[in-house]
C-alpha cells in the first residue's frame, strides 16, 4: 500500500514587488468623477398627461375628546344630555326612559302593551365603560348589547304579536341610560 503526502509551501515563495500602473489609476478617476456628475442629474419629460392635481392642505389638527364627556351627570343636563342623544324620531314613539344606574347594579323597567309590528330600539350611555342593555319580550331576549359610551344605538325588532318589554340596564360603573322605542 502506497502513501501519498501533500507538502504545503505557502508563504515560502520570494515575494515579488507590486507594480503601480499610472494609466489605470487615471482610468479609474475619470470613472468615478464621472460617476459622481451623473449622479446629480435629473431627467424630465413631457408625457402629455399635464400636472398632477395638488393635494389639499390640511391645517385642522384632530381634536381629541374630552374625557369629561363620558361622566355621569344628573338633574338639568341629564334631561339635556337625554334630548340630545334620542332626538326626535319618525313614527310613533311609545317609551322612553333615561336615568342613572349605580356601579354593580341594574335598573329594569317595562313597557305597557306594544301593539304587533316592528320597532326601533335607540339605546345611549353616559360612563367610561361599556353599559349593557337586555330587552326581554315574555319568551326571548330581543336586543343583549354592550354599548360603548359615547354613541347610540339603533336596533331594529319585530313582535309578531301584542308584548310587553322587559328592559334591562346594568353598569360596572356610574353610568347615564337613555332609550327610546318608536314604531317604524
Same mark, same amino acid.
Given at each position: ?69 363620558? @361622566?355621569? *351627570? $344628573?338633574?338639568?343636563?341629564? !334631561? =339635556?344630555?337625554?334630548?340630545? #342623544? ?42 367610561? @365603560?361599556? *353599559? $349593557?342593555?337586555?330587552?326581554? !319580550? =315574555?319568551?326571548?331576549?330581543? #336586543? ?41
Amino acid at each position: 500500500m502506497r502513501m501519498f503526502s501533500v507538502h504545503c509551501l505557502v508563504g515560502r515563495y520570494p515575494r515579488v514587488p507590486r507594480q503601480r500602473n499610472p494609466a489605470a489609476a487615471v482610468v479609474v478617476s475619470a470613472v468615478l468623477a464621472a460617476a459622481a456628475a451623473l449622479a446629480g442629474c435629473e431627467y424630465s419629460y413631457d408625457d402629455g398627461r399635464g400636472e398632477l392635481p395638488r393635494a389639499p392642505v390640511v391645517t385642522d389638527a384632530a381634536i381629541p375628546r374630552d374625557p369629561l364627556q363620558d @361622566r355621569p *351627570v $344628573s338633574g338639568a343636563e341629564l !334631561d =339635556a344630555w337625554a334630548k340630545e #342623544v334620542l332626538p326626535d324620531a319618525e313614527g310613533q314613539v311609545f317609551h322612553i326612559n333615561y336615568g342613572t344606574v349605580t356601579a354593580g347594579r341594574q335598573k329594569t323597567g317595562t313597557t305597557g302593551q306594544l301593539p304587533s309590528g316592528t320597532y326601533s330600539l335607540t339605546l345611549a350611555c353616559r360612563s367610561e @365603560r361599556r *353599559v $349593557s342593555f337586555t330587552v326581554r !319580550d =315574555a319568551e326571548f331576549a330581543l #336586543v343583549d348589547l354592550s354599548l360603548r359610551c359615547g354613541t347610540s344605538r339603533v336596533n331594529v325588532v319585530h313582535l309578531s304579536k301584542d308584548s310587553v318589554l322587559r328592559m334591562t340596564v346594568e353598569a360596572r360603573s356610574d353610568a347615564n341610560f337613555a332609550y327610546r322605542i318608536s314604531r317604524i
